[in-house]
């Protein structure tokens, strides 16, 4: 049965928001390492790949830091160890696109220059006992030595004192919000409020209000559309599961042969009489 699938392309969310601006994503690059007080706006640039894994909304973050450096954050509210899958993924495509976009050759017998990479999930979610990092040997191949590994830094401290620090309390007074007042513009206006109030995000908030608002009613709308998509799959695939089942039962009661199919589709109400005869036709060639 044909299922209608929602039209679905990635949005901003507030994650991605705001370091599309160069300020924040420097005070990201700081928090992340501190000891480099040096480095300049003009030295870090986003290559964040659009449309690539996913067609759903996500919140990754892909940036360099001249050549030297490359940086891939993911935020998730929801604990997966499959992040270092997609981690992994994501990296090797950015390197691909850097080879590309440097012009060189991985055939030529010139070793290439490649930016050291960084892999990070900044947690916003409620579990406990969150390590500090997962690895790819660890978590799917019980510490084995394997050909390629990959480490992913988590990172979930509330802090007012960085930008990461805030962005994960702003992610949790929103989930409370949201508790209270479910997906209501309430929910985003009390956020924005709370944030403001203890000088978290305060700047952004105050220069994006509208946007911000706007990016969380968006995603709200398109929540309750994936809702009612998985509604439709469960509701369809139930409706195929009973059909299957009273073919069967069709089958079986055609076979014994005891009673006509008017009274044999009482029995069986998802399968009208055509298909019926259809089944005793099929069944009486078998025999």
Excluded at 75 to 90: D, F, G
Excluded at 201 to 222: A, G, P, R, S
Aim: hydrophobic residues 35%.
């Amino acid at each position: 049965m044909a299922q209608n699938t929602p039209k679905r392309k990635i949005k901003d969310s507030v994650f991605t928001n705001l370091f599309q601006d160069k300020k924040y994503l420097l005070q990201l690059y700081r928090a992340l390492h501190p000891e480099d007080c040096d480095v300049t706006e003009d030295e870090i640039a986003d290559i964040t790949i659009k449309h690539v894994l996913t067609d759903a909304d996500y919140n990754d973050l892909g940036f360099s830091v001249g050549n030297r450096l490359m940086v891939l954050v993911e935020s998730q509210s929801t604990w997966t160890t499959n992040i270092i899958i997609r981690a992994l993924m994501y990296l090797i495509q950015t390197y691909h696109d850097y080879f590309k976009r440097t012009n060189q050759n991985l055939y030529g017998s010139k070793k290439v220059m490649i930016p050291k990479p960084e892999l990070y999930m900044i947690y916003t979610g409620d579990r406990k006992n969150i390590p500090d990092s997962i690895s790819l040997s660890n978590e799917f191949f019980y510490g084995d030595r394997i050909s390629i590994d990959a480490e992913v830094k988590v990172l979930y401290q509330e802090n007012e004192k960085d930008i990461i620090g805030q962005y994960i309390i702003f992610s949790k007074v929103y989930n409370e919000q949201r508790k209270l007042y479910g997906n209501t513009k309430q929910s985003v206006t009390e956020t924005i409020r709370i944030c403001k109030s203890r000088n978290v995000l305060k700047e952004y908030l105050e220069n994006k209000e509208q946007e911000v608002v706007d990016i969380m009613m968006t995603l709200f709308d398109d929540e309750q559309i994936l809702k009612a998509y998985v509604k439709d799959i469960k509701d369809n695939t139930a409706q195929e599961t009973a059909r299957e089942t009273e073919r069967e039962m069709a089958e079986r009661m055609i076979k014994k042969g005891k009673m006509p199919l008017e009274e044999i589709a009482d029995y069986v109400p998802t399968l009208s009489l055509a298909e019926l005869k259809e089944i005793e036709a099929k069944v009486m060639h078998l025999v």
